[in-house]
Nanobody, 122 residues
Framework: VQLQASGGGLVQAGGSLGLSCAAS????????MGWFRQAPGKEREFVAS???????FYAQSVKGRFTISRDIAKNTVYLQMNSLKPDDTAVYYC?????????????????WGQGTQVTVSS
């Protein structure tokens, strides 16, 4: 699986931004798709995940503000980010896992896209 993320940028606190991640291959719906982020000097952390049955899982820090969704026809997973905070500033990565459950464990994801920078100004 090859992943291509896009959509990062600069936004003011309280604003919104959407990320996209296009996946190659015809078995897209069999993979758990996840978003992670890594801020400067910090470890990469889980943000959200989505499985093919529509189930989703969010980190507590983004719950209610971020929404993960997927378009099977386009082999694309999205991350809509609302009410952004300066603490959301990070490089965001999409990833894919061949598990049968949504997972927040970084080690479960063998496939990674390149990162896209999200900067939230105060």
């Amino acid at each position: 699986v090859q992943l291509q993320a896009s959509g990062g940028g600069l936004v003011q606190a309280g604003g919104s931004l959407g990320l996209s991640c296009a996946a190659s291959g015809r078995t897209f719906n069999r993979y758990v798709m996840g978003w992670f982020r890594q801020a400067p000097g910090k470890e990469r952390e889980f943000v959200a995940s989505s499985w093919g049955d529509g189930s989703t899982f969010y980190a507590q820090s983004v719950k209610g503000r971020f929404t993960i969704s997927r378009d099977i026809a386009k082999n694309t997973v999205y991350l809509q980010m609302n009410s952004l905070k300066p603490d959301d500033t990070a490089v965001y990565y999409c990833a894919a896992a061949a598990t049968s459950y949504t997972t927040s464990s970084l080690g479960d994801y063998p496939y990674w896209g390149q990162g896209t920078q999200v900067t939230v100004s105060s």
